[in-house]
């Protein structure tokens, strides 16, 4: 009964290095979102994807930042070049489905990423 | 965009009171969700509660949709009660589109 994963939970980058955040949803859930938390701030969305497709990135910036959700495999949060601007917690969440019916999202333990 | 306010940002509790926590939102909503933020960054959903009430143990919440708030009750604290406590709300936009948006939390911390 695997919650959501997420990995690395720490990572260190130096400025201009790139970062890669892996998610996996929890069984059965195909619905994939990620948010990023700053010191002492709320969770703000980034973006939204099942398999295969980007359904919303409004909350990622625009440059240097992607998100990905393969057939096979996790969900991947990639930063390039990261700045000192770029640490925070990273965390990703999931739903068994985007509709009305029921949309509850469950959380991974987060990647807390730092750049030196 | 909508807008969710948490009220009080902190709060200091004596191990067994109880205590009220508050979140308002600006516009109509699709669901809401509460999450209790552990020391360790964890986040532990407590209650998904478009409208209605409902309690788990010590715990309830109770949100009135079409006054736009909800009410997080926490009885006879405990000092593993300690941590943040945000309310998100979900709404969905153009596209097929859905997400939260948290409020900034209120902080629990609960003395022996």
């Known amino acids: 009964n695997a919650g959501v994963m997420q990995n690395p939970r720490h990572l260190v980058r130096r400025r201009g290095q790139e970062a890669r955040l892996r998610c996996s949803p929890m069984?059965?859930?195909?619905?994939v979102y990620w948010y990023r938390q700053l010191p002492e701030e709320g969770l703000k969305f980034m973006v939204y994807l099942q398999k295969e497709n980007i359904i919303d990135e409004s909350g990622m910036p625009k440059e240097r930042f992607s998100a990905e959700f393969p057939k096979e495999g996790p969900s991947i949060l990639r930063i390039q070049q990261v700045v000192r601007g770029d640490s925070a917690a990273y965390f990703c969440a999931s739903s068994p489905s985007g509709g009305v019916s029921y949309n509850e999202q469950f959380f991974g333990p987060g990647t807390r990423l730092t750049v030196l | 965009g909508i807008q969710v306010e948490q009220s009080p940002p902190d709060l200091i509790l004596q191990e067994g009171a109880n205590s009220t926590l508050r979140c308002n939102f600006s516009?109509?909503?699709?669901?809401l969700q509460w999450f209790h933020q552990n020391p360790w960054g964890q986040l532990i959903n407590l209650f998904y509660i478009p409208s209605g009430t409902k309690q788990n143990g010590r715990l309830s919440a109770t949100t009135v949709a079409t006054e736009r708030y909800s009410l997080l009750y926490i009885s006879s604290s405990q000092t593993t009660d300690s941590g943040v406590y945000f309310c998100a709300v979900g709404t969905y936009s153009g596209a097929g589109s859905y997400q939260l948006t948290f409020g900034k939390g209120t902080k629990l911390s609960v003395i022996p």
């Open positions: 516009d109509s909503v699709n669901n």
């Open positions: 069984k059965g859930h195909s619905h």
